[in-house]
């Protein structure tokens, strides 16, 4: 596996370890992770921290040139704030862990022009599936309904 994906997946399981939701993100910059996070919207009671604002947040303020050049990787499909923030700062390109527990707006991406990638991660499915299953209301309430 990937090393970047690998390192998206274990912000994952951090956030898993805190108590809140397993999505892990990382923003890799010619071969160097500039930003790493994952959502923590039950940890710190937030509207929006999710995996990959996490990782915007942590990167800190970067120019636009540093992010058209970026790769974003995460563990599950970018919702639509995600995929806001990810339009918003230019990324080219996306690497998806898994998109089949939640399918964010992939098709949105790709119609403005990023190239994404769709792994089928086991273990990034895994951990989404098992925490469907154990904290059900949780996840209901990540996503809205």
């Known amino acids: 596996m990937d090393a970047f994906m690998q390192a998206a997946i ?3 399981r951090q956030g898993l370890v805190e108590g809140g939701i ?3 993100s990382v923003i890799v910059h010619k071969g160097r992770i500039i930003g790493r996070g994952h959502n923590r919207r039950v940890q710190e009671g937030s509207a929006i921290k999710h995996g990959e604002m996490d990782a915007f947040e942590n990167a800190g303020r970067q120019s636009a040139s540093v992010y058209r050049e970026a790769v974003l990787y995460t563990t599950l499909s970018p919702c639509s704030m995600c995929s806001g923030a990810i339009l918003l700062y230019g990324i080219p ?8 527990t939640f399918l964010g707006e992939e098709e949105l991406l790709r119609s ?3 190239q ?9 499915v895994q951990l989404m599936e098992d925490f469907i299953k154990a904290k059900p209301e949780l996840w ?3 996503i809205g309904e």
């Not at 390109?93 to 089949?100: A, L």
């Not at 994404?116 to 990034?124: P, R, S, T």
Request: proline share 3%; glycine share 10%.
């Open 112 to 114: 403005r022009g990023v």
């Open 10 to 12: 274990e912000e994952a």
């Open 93 to 100: 390109k996306v690497v998806i862990g898994e998109n089949r």
């Open 140 to 142: 209901n309430e990540d």
């Open 116 to 124: 994404l990638e769709v792994l089928q991660d086991a273990e990034c």
């Open 22 to 24: 397993p999505i892990g």
